[in-house]
């Protein structure tokens, strides 16, 4: 997993340092897509809070809202073991700090956006 975090990830990433825009899309940071000085966007929900902000969002276009049975917890999806944050937990474990350091800064904005905490694995 770190080989391929240093020399797909982090390396991508170099490739194109002020924009990030040639990394591919599924680990670009998002805020090279999110574009909220050109774009007008009406909400920005995340994963984590999805039901809550699911309800807000019918709430705010005047549609009825019923309980959906969408889960983001591997636990929760497939009955497995171990949780979403388990096996990230396991993942990031043996990664170097210098790895997990220019992650937390090619990520930065995105931590800051979502609310993560970028030092928890």
């Given at each position: 997993?770190?080989?391929?975090?240093?020399?797909?990830?982090?390396?991508?990433?170099?490739?194109?340092?002020?924009?990030?825009?040639?990394?591919?899309?599924?680990?670009?940071?998002?805020?090279?897509?999110?574009?909220?000085?050109?774009?007008?966007?009406?909400?920005?929900?995340?994963?984590?809070?999805?039901?809550?902000?699911r309800?807000?969002?019918?709430?705010?276009?005047?549609?009825p809202?019923k309980?959906?049975?969408?889960?983001?917890?591997?636990?929760?999806?497939?009955?497995?073991?171990?949780?979403?944050?388990?096996?990230?937990?396991?993942?990031?474990?043996?990664?170097?700090?210098?790895?997990?350091?220019?992650?937390?800064?090619?990520?930065?904005y995105?931590?800051?956006?979502?609310?993560?905490?970028?030092?928890?694995?």
């Amino acid at each position: 997993f770190e080989e391929f975090l240093k020399e797909k990830v982090i390396k991508e990433s170099e490739e194109c340092p002020d924009t990030k825009r040639c990394m591919n899309a599924h680990w670009k940071p998002y805020q090279t897509a999110c574009n909220p000085c050109h774009i007008n966007y009406s909400v920005i929900s995340k994963i984590e809070t999805f039901e809550e902000d699911r309800k807000q969002i019918h709430k705010l276009i005047g549609l009825p809202y019923k309980k959906g049975g969408h889960y983001h917890d591997m636990k929760e999806l497939t009955e497995a073991e171990y949780s979403t944050q388990d096996w990230t937990k396991l993942m990031f474990k043996n990664i170097s700090l210098e790895t997990k350091q220019k992650l937390r800064l090619l990520y930065a904005y995105d931590f800051e956006m979502f609310d993560y905490n970028p030092l928890l694995y």
